[in-house]
Nanobody, 115 residues
Framework: QGQVVESGGGLVQAGGSLRLSCETSGLIFRIASMGWYRRAPGKQRDWVATIRSDGRTNYADSVEGRFTISRDNDKNTAWLQMHTLKPEDTATYYC?????????WGRGTQVTVSS
């Protein structure tokens, strides 16, 4: 059974940076499409970024140019590097591994950006 565990969240001032990690186990990471999502208090979960198995990336407009998604297939891990953080980036960030339509979700890591 595949497992996904996020880490790296925390409290940071506006303009700061954080790097989130997404460690996986029990799944064939190299063929997984990895995605980051976030849910702000009282709002729906939104897509943030995706990196496919071939390395292609896509970003939501709200984070384009500030966030970078990456992966290391040898480490079964994906990352979300976040720069120039804004208070509106405050949310619980979730990582998901998608393999042939099967999605594996982590429990999330909290990111709080103070103004």
């Amino acid at each position: 059974q595949g497992q996904v565990v996020e880490s790296g969240g925390g409290l940071v001032q506006a303009g700061g940076s954080l790097r989130l990690s997404c460690e996986t186990s029990g799944l064939i990471f190299r063929i997984a499409s990895m995605g980051w999502y976030r849910r702000a208090p009282g709002k729906q979960r939104d897509w943030v970024a995706t990196i496919r198995s071939d390395g292609r990336t896509n970003y939501a407009d709200s984070v384009e140019g500030r966030f970078t998604i990456s992966r290391d297939n040898d480490k079964n891990t994906a990352w979300l590097q976040m720069h120039t953080l804004k208070p509106e980036d405050t949310a619980t960030y979730y990582c998901a591994a998608s393999i042939f339509g099967q999605n594996y979700w982590g429990r999330g890591t909290q990111v709080t950006v103070s103004s």
